[in-house]
């Protein structure tokens, strides 16, 4: 397995636990539990935006620009469906 691919996983496998985190924060019955939580919720988001920066350093999380025509064409759609 490539350095990439390695890095791919880590990546995936922390937005899953971001996700468990945020359900855990919403779903938590106590304060304390929510906090802890949240702490967490923090730190994971943390680590996930240093290995996205890594990735992106290295040229293996490519992302796209978006024309300016689309962004607005979507803000329009969600301004009439209010």
């Known amino acids: 397995m490539d350095d990439k691919t390695i890095m791919e996983n880590i990546l995936l496998t922390t937005k899953g636990v971001c996700d468990l985190y945020m359900h855990g924060a919403i779903e938590s019955g106590t304060p304390k539990v929510n906090c802890a939580f949240k702490d967490s919720l923090t730190d994971a988001l943390c680590m ?3 290995i996205y920066q890594q990735m992106t350093q290295k040229g293996w ?20 469906a209010n």
């Open 61 to 80: 999380y490519a992302t796209q620009n978006v024309p300016q025509s689309k962004i607005d064409q979507v803000k329009q759609k969600f301004t009439s």
């Open 48 to 50: 996930q935006d240093a």
